[in-house]
């Protein structure tokens, strides 16, 4: 089944009682037992619910996947793969990445004695050097948020499979539509839901989505256990957004082009960071690995002036100033104060990330029009 058809059909059965097309919103927290323990596979609803069921099977099937799991946040579902490790255990990550996901792991986890490595994955064989007994994971995003660094999943996976470790591969930038890590290697796919998959600025959730059962019920035990799940109206809106998944990502992917192929001609513009273009130090790995390059772009403006970068996304009037990412409208983001504010700063400039960094999630509006708004606010 080709991918469009899968966003549309995969998971979802018409209501078996009404015929309904879409879904219902079972929005219930309990479920009548005909005996004790005797019930139709639904009694808690943060065990089950159907809704949700129906979503988890959606995106495990986008995902070339068996098992998908929701969870009521991103950081809800980052957080059920750290709880797989014990106090002692390591884990690998690349030193550019969320800047969430760097807090959960430093501020946390960190004190329940789980050792942290962030390094640069440019070269995907120096993570081998950081490989020891206590090392049960790899953590990676590709692309990276936000300097859209591009980071090899297969190799990693050659590592992690080499050393009997996991790999985890956060999905988000690309969605996938544009990128399947299951298929090059990874055993956890994580998702920030509320991004491209819900693909409205109206959700909040994560998932994770995997092959191997046991791992997966393993991850079931922690999300009940825990009950960082979504509701069945989230559930459902999800389930709408996918949808148009494969049609909102392929105008964000042409949109982006464009936008990063006037970036690079602006005279004021000192760097754009866009893994389509073929200066981009990941763009033949990105060709390898992703259908496209997705609608993520992030610039610098000559001068390296921090007024003058905020001055800027102040100016702008289509693109709006505010977090997250992989909405049908277009957004401006500035990683050091909003997304990445909780990595110190000489960590985020070690890394690259400069405090005049400006990020755009890239939407479906006219591309006409999202240029002149840059126009406009650039000067």
């Given at each position: 089944?080709?991918?469009?058809?899968?966003?549309?059909?995969?998971?979802?059965?018409?209501?078996?009682?009404?015929?309904?097309?879409?879904?219902?919103?079972?929005?219930?927290?309990?479920?009548?037992?005909?005996?004790?323990?005797?019930?139709?596979?639904?009694?808690?609803?943060?065990?089950?619910?159907?809704?949700?069921?129906?979503?988890?099977?959606?995106?495990?099937?986008?995902?070339?996947?068996?098992?998908?799991?929701?969870?009521?946040?991103?950081?809800?579902?980052?957080?059920?793969?750290?709880?797989?490790?014990?106090?002692?255990?390591?884990?690998?990550?690349?030193?550019?990445?969320?800047?969430?996901?760097?807090?959960?792991?430093?501020?946390?986890?960190?004190?329940?004695?789980?050792?942290?490595?962030?390094?640069?994955?440019?070269?995907?064989?120096?993570?081998?050097?950081?490989?020891?007994?206590?090392?049960?994971?790899?953590?990676?995003?590709?692309?990276?948020?936000?300097?859209?660094?591009?980071?090899?999943?297969?190799?990693?996976?050659?590592?992690?499979?080499?050393?009997?470790?996991?790999?985890?591969?956060?999905?988000?930038?690309?969605?996938?539509?544009?990128?399947?890590?299951?298929?090059?290697?990874?055993?956890?796919?994580?998702?920030?839901?509320?991004?491209?998959?819900?693909?409205?600025?109206?959700?909040?959730?994560?998932?994770?989505?995997?092959?191997?059962?046991?791992?997966?019920?393993?991850?079931?035990?922690?999300?009940?256990?825990?009950?960082?799940?979504?509701?069945?109206?989230?559930?459902?809106?999800?389930?709408?957004?996918i949808k148009t998944l494969h049609i909102r990502m392929q105008r964000s992917c042409e949109n982006a082009k464009k936008?990063?192929?006037?970036?690079?001609?602006?005279?004021?513009?000192?760097?754009?960071?866009?893994?389509?273009?073929?200066?981009?130090?990941?763009?033949?790995?990105?060709?390898?690995?992703?259908?496209?390059?997705?609608?993520?772009?992030?610039?610098?403006?000559?001068?390296?002036?921090?007024?003058?970068?905020?001055?800027?996304?102040?100016?702008?009037?289509?693109?709006?100033?505010?977090?997250?990412?992989?909405?049908?409208?277009?957004?401006?983001?500035?990683?050091?104060?909003?997304?990445?504010?909780?990595?110190?700063?000489?960590?985020?400039?070690?890394?690259?990330?400069?405090?005049?960094?400006?990020?755009?999630?890239?939407?479906?509006?006219?591309?006409?029009?999202?240029?002149?708004?840059?126009?406009?606010?650039?000067?």
């Amino acid at each position: 089944m080709k991918f469009g058809t899968k966003a549309i059909h995969a998971g979802v059965e018409p209501d078996p009682t009404t015929g309904a097309i879409m879904t219902p919103i079972y929005q219930t927290s309990t479920y009548v037992q005909a005996s004790p323990g005797k019930h139709k596979g639904y009694e808690y609803s943060r065990t089950h619910n159907p809704t949700r069921d129906a979503l988890q099977k959606s995106l495990a099937a986008l995902e070339n996947g068996k098992f998908g799991l929701c969870f009521s946040s991103g950081m809800g579902a980052t957080d059920t793969v750290v709880k797989l490790l014990k106090p002692g255990d390591e884990v690998i990550a690349a030193n550019d990445l969320y800047g969430g996901t760097y807090r959960i792991f430093t501020k946390i986890y960190q004190d329940f004695g789980i050792k942290f490595h962030f390094i640069s994955m440019d070269n995907i064989q120096d993570v081998e050097k950081y490989v020891n007994a206590n090392t049960k994971m790899i953590w990676i995003e590709t692309p990276t948020n936000p300097l859209l660094n591009i980071i090899d999943i297969k190799g990693a996976a050659e590592i992690a499979k080499k050393h009997k470790i996991m790999l985890a591969v956060d999905n988000t930038f690309a969605s996938p539509y544009l990128q399947n890590p299951l298929d090059q290697g990874a055993d956890i796919v994580m998702h920030s839901v509320t991004k491209y998959l819900g693909g409205h600025s109206d959700v909040v959730m994560g998932a994770l989505i995997v092959n191997d059962k046991t791992l997966a019920d393993r991850l079931a035990f922690i999300q009940n256990s825990c009950g960082a799940t979504p509701g069945p109206q989230d559930s459902f809106l999800v389930l709408r957004g996918i949808k148009t998944l494969h049609i909102r990502m392929q105008r964000s992917c042409e949109n982006a082009k464009k936008i990063a192929d006037w970036l690079v001609t602006h005279p004021k513009v000192e760097k754009v960071y866009y893994p389509g273009l073929t200066s981009h130090k990941g763009h033949e790995l990105a060709k390898k690995q992703m259908r496209d390059f997705g609608g993520m772009i992030s610039f610098t403006l000559k001068g390296d002036d921090y007024d003058q970068a905020i001055k800027m996304m102040e100016g702008l009037h289509i693109f709006s100033l505010a977090e997250s990412l992989g909405g049908v409208e277009s957004l401006c983001t500035h990683p050091a104060s909003m997304t990445h504010a909780s990595i110190p700063k000489d960590q985020r400039e070690k890394s690259g990330l400069k405090d005049t960094l400006i990020r755009l999630s890239v939407g479906i509006e006219d591309v006409e029009d999202l240029i002149e708004d840059l126009k406009k606010a650039i000067g």
